[in-house]
């Protein structure tokens, strides 16, 4: 029955995955979206076609550099006009930026709302295991496909850096962008990176297909995957500040950056090299861009130290058969069993697997440890036990 269950949910999966796909198609904007198409030998009109706006709104755009822009006869070769061609790029870039705005103002706000969807699974212990393969396949599909790679927090924190360093100019929304990921990450520990983040959810759903075989329970020593990210970390930060050679406006995250999937026109060979790289690893690994090499995902952790929404352990209801630690993906579980210290625990995707795995609800994703205090709970079982015997 359940069985059956999961497989409709995952045929429904499909079917709504190619409906989306569809939609997808008639929404996305045109290539031209990022590199304005243009020619001389076309005419206002055509132009404004061919990149997907209306000649009003390119004549509005154009009149800040050209104040003649609304005599200009829509019909003429631009061969004709007395207009440079570096301002007709100006305006279509303006007005292709002005778009951008809105959808990463789309994907901000839908990302909240994901973000506080995830939260209202996990805290109930809600997330099945078909809950989360949808919720997979819907960030890849409107993150990824529909919404061209947004949100992207790697690009927040690397825009950062470079802001930082001074090769961004406009450092205050930047910083704004990365405020946002900063405080659903506060909310709960890589809430974003495991529920909204379209390319974490992409490698995940690789993970979850039996694609190659793979020994299941092998899990990354987070010493080795904090300690690459770090090390990859000092080494952008070393070139984007000039530190080790002359600084350069390209971070190395930008030179391989994977995101770029969901935006086929800015892909080169280099980064789909290491995206296939990327991919097949997927298969074998959790998540392997995330443990390995994005910046985000160091960020993420120190923020998951103080985040009010974590995994923690009821150790009066625990009975120590471990299947929470062996449903997580990575090495956080074993971190909450092991004790000690709450802090620089290997970092932990918010999945919810190990909630949905204890079977005696001693895992809670919650504020308050002394929520998932069972002791309190067991007294009033132990008390109506006593009452009805
Ligand atoms: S760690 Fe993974 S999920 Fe998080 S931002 Fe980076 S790529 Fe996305
Ligand atoms: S299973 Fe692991 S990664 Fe997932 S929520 Fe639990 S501790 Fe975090």
């Known amino acids: 029955m359940c069985e059956r269950a999961t497989a409709t949910n995952r045929i429904l999966c499909c079917v709504l995955g190619v409906l989306v796909l569809v939609l997808a198609d008639s929404m996305r904007p045109a290539d031209g979206d990022l590199e304005p198409t ?88 809600k997330v099945s295991r078909s809950a989360r393969f949808l919720a997979l396949v819907g960030t890849v599909l409107v993150f990824g496909v529909i919404l061209g790679g947004l949100p992207n927090p790697m690009d927040a924190f690397v825009r ?36 909204v983040c379209p390319f974490g959810a992409l490698q995940e759903l690789l993970f979850a297909l039996p694609l190659l075989k793979r020994k299941r329970d092998f899990k990354l020593p987070f010493m080795i995957s904090i300690g690459c990210r770090i090390l990859v970390l000092i080494a952008a930060i070393m070139f984007l500040f000039g530190l080790a050679v002359a600084p350069t406006e390209l971070s190395i995250y930008e030179q391989a950056d994977p995101f770029r999937l969901f935006s086929p026109a800015q892909m080169t060979g280099m980064i789909a ?27 993420s952790w120190l923020l998951e130290n103080v985040a009010a929404n974590r995994p ?7 009975t120590k058969c471990e299947k929470c630690v062996k449903a997580c993906p990575t090495q956080a579980m074993q971190g909450v069993h092991a004790g000690g210290s709450e802090f620089f625990r290997p970092g932990c995707w918010a999945c919810g697997a190990c909630v949905s795995a204890c079977p005696e609800d001693a895992v809670a994703f ?23 015997k």
């Open 160 to 195: 950062f850096l470079k802001a930082l360093a001074g090769h961004e100019s406009n450092a205050v929304v930047i910083a704004l962008g990365l405020l946002v990921f900063t405080a659903l990450s506060l909310l709960g520990s890589k809430l974003v990176c495991g529920w």
């Open 366 to 388: 919650t504020l308050d440890s002394s929520s998932t205090d069972g002791s309190a709970k067991r007294e009033v079982e132990e008390r109506a036990d006593q009452t009805e």
């Open 38 to 125: 243009f020619s001389t030998e076309m005419t206002i009109e055509s132009l404004a076609s061919e990149n997907d706006v209306s000649p009003r709104q390119l004549l509005n755009a154009l009149s800040v550099h050209n104040t003649c822009a609304w005599e200009l006869p829509q019909g003429v070769d631009l061969t004709y006009l007395p207009v440079d061609r570096d301002h007709w790029m100006a305006a279509l870039e303006t007005l292709h930026a002005e778009r951008h705005s809105s959808r990463s103002a789309l994907a901000y706000a839908l990302m909240v709302v994901c973000v506080s969807a995830a939260l209202l699974l996990i805290l109930p212990r």
């Open 273 to 299: 090299g290491a995206l296939m790289v990327i991919l097949i690893l997927s298969s074998v690994l959790f998540r392997p861009f995330c443990q390995i090499l994005c910046p985000f995902g160091i960020y």
């Open 312 to 318: 923690r352990l009821d150790q009066s209801r625990c």
